[in-house]
């Protein structure tokens, strides 16, 4: 018995250790507090408020960045592009209509840049400016925690958080946007897109894209192109994408900037908390990313206002090949809704995969244009959650996915309209209300255990609701059934006797084993004793 105890002890004493380490390593993780609405900072060692430094000049700032003086955390009243210049806007926002003439302008907004490693705790409200990270040639990983943050660059066409790298494969920095618990925040901005990047020593080239009223316009615009060389566009701090030829339109250069969303990030993005985020973009995406998009921790609660697609993973490159640009979602809650305004726009679209492990998704595809609720390319898999999408384009989902799920499309059901789904016993399975008009509906849940349903339009329902879904269902009464077609479950391709053979057989050898050393176990005891 004294072995025992001993044995009991050092585990103890280890696991002690071991905590005391852990948290200990978290202490030493630096965290800056940075409030918006006085632009001041302190960090967790020194409690003493510094208000940010700012550069008007493009000058000061680049003697402060040569000499290696920048600050962690510092203000520009420009976004600079690492090259020789600051970061102009979209050809269209300077191009005047009425006049053969070009006019460059600099793009005039204020950029709290980050610069640093570790925790970065925003709190308060500002407009007009826009959250700038840094990730080249950077080792460690950045937490952007949100903490009652409510940021509008709306009126400066650019995103309200911009992560930027010129490398879209760099993986040695992570960048995690939290929210802290029980905090409100909200981003609204999006744009930053279709940038001049043609090469000065490339011009000529260009102009054979080009023809009749085409090529004048192109003439009007070389000298705005050939700004850089073709080396000093290869240093160039935000990514660059190269467009096809077939794809070149008037003024378009053949190199542009990309990031559009009010969160847009050129490398891989992660997303956790437990706190609400509002992200609304009345320009383009509400987040993009060039690399993989990650919520995790199934806790948090986000919802997502766009003018296109509301979530978005893509990478272009010259080779036109992706890399790593799956979209894994696994939170509280996330809504996704595409404006009724907007010309298109899939509610969540991924170009590599897209996973849905936890949560309660509505995703809402524009309601005319051919674009869907769920879009990847490279398959949807639902493993867990609850997922209601609409649109009017499906994208299959996989087979392998964990959980079933129903498809049904129709006509139209309008907007406004309270849709109910019973099974074959006249059980409602889910009810809730659609926002918009919708030609298909994809649902899945973990409770879908039955061999037909039915659908439902109006009625009368007493429950409780949040953005639509009825959470709870006391009572539904009445309603029009409705016929639809292409309806089908998920086909379980998984349950054949010899896959269920081998889990047999592997759960009766764990069981066999785990009473052997039971056994084992309580021999050693009683020689003890």
Do not use: W
């Not at 970065?120 to 409200?125: A, K, L, N, P, R």
């Not at 990313?289 to 806790?299: E, V, Y």
């Not at 309209?417 to 849940?445: C, E, H």
Request: aromatic residues 10%; proline residues 1%; contains cysteine.
């Amino acid at each position: 018995m004294s072995k025992i105890i001993k044995y009991v002890s050092i585990i103890f004493i280890m696991l002690f250790a071991f905590i005391t380490s852990a948290n200990a390593l978290s202490v030493s993780v630096k965290t800056t507090y940075v409030n918006l609405n006085e632009l001041i900072y302190s960090t967790n060692n020194n409690k003493d408020s510094n208000y940010i430094k700012e550069y008007d000049s493009l000058e000061d700032f680049l003697n402060d960045k040569n000499s290696n003086k920048l600050d962690e955390i510092y203000i520009t009243n420009f976004l600079y592009d690492g090259v020789s210049t600051v970061k102009s806007p979209d050809l269209d926002d300077f191009i005047e209509n009425d006049s053969n003439d070009t006019k460059i302008k600099t793009l005039e907004i204020k950029v709290i840049n980050i610069n640093t490693v570790g925790n970065i705790e925003f709190t308060g409200e500002i407009k007009g400016a826009m959250i700038g990270v840094n990730t080249n040639d950077i080792n460690g990983d950045i937490n952007i925690i949100l903490k009652n943050v409510n940021i509008d660059t709306d009126s400066k066409k650019a995103p309200a958080i911009f992560i930027y790298n010129k490398d879209k494969n760099y993986t040695d920095h992570k960048v995690t946007i939290k929210t802290g618990k029980n905090s409100k925040n909200y981003l609204e901005g999006g744009k930053l897109k279709k940038v001049s990047l043609l090469g000065s020593d490339e011009l000529d080239k260009y102009s054979s894209y080009y023809s009749n009223d085409s090529l004048t316009n192109y003439n009007k615009y070389s000298n705005y192109y050939g700004i850089y060389t073709s080396d000093e566009i290869k240093n160039i701090l935000f990514a660059t994408v190269e467009a096809d030829n077939e794809d070149l339109q008037d003024g378009d250069p053949l190199y542009f900037y990309k990031g559009s969303g009010a969160i847009s990030s050129d490398i891989d993005l992660y997303f956790e908390g437990e706190g609400y985020l509002k992200v609304t973009s009345k320009n383009k995406e509400g987040i993009e990313t060039k690399g993989n998009l990650i919520f995790s921790g199934g806790t948090g609660d986000y919802e997502i206002y766009a003018e296109d697609d509301c979530l978005n993973t893509t990478t272009a490159n010259s080779n036109k090949e992706t890399v790593r640009n799956d979209l894994t979602i696994d939170v509280n809650s996330l809504l996704a809704i595409v404006s009724e305004d907007a010309d298109e726009g899939d509610a969540i679209d991924s170009n590599g995969k897209l996973i849905i492990n936890g949560g309660i998704i509505y995703a809402f595809a524009h309601p005319s244009s051919p674009d869907a609720g769920l879009d990847s390319v490279n398959g949807t898999y639902i493993n867990g959650g609850t997922v209601i999408a609409t649109g009017n384009m499906v994208d299959a989902i996989s087979s392998d996915s964990k959980q079933d799920f129903i498809f049904a499309s129709f006509n139209k059901i309008s907007k406004d309209t309270l849709i109910v789904i019973k099974d074959q016993n006249d059980k409602v399975i889910t009810a809730f209300k659609t926002s918009r008009d919708i030609g298909n509906l994809l649902y899945s849940s973990s409770d879908l255990k039955y061999k037909s349903y039915k659908i439902y339009t109006g009625g009368t329902i007493d429950g409780e609701e949040t953005n639509g879904l009825y959470t709870k269902i006391n009572s539904y009464t009445g309603g029009e059934e409705i016929q639809f077609n292409n309806a089908n479950n998920k086909v379980v391709v998984k349950n054949s006797s010899n896959f269920i053979l081998v889990i047999l057989i592997g759960e009766l050898v764990l069981l066999i084993g785990a009473i052997a050393l039971y056994l084992k176990g309580k021999k050693k005891v009683n020689n003890l004793e």
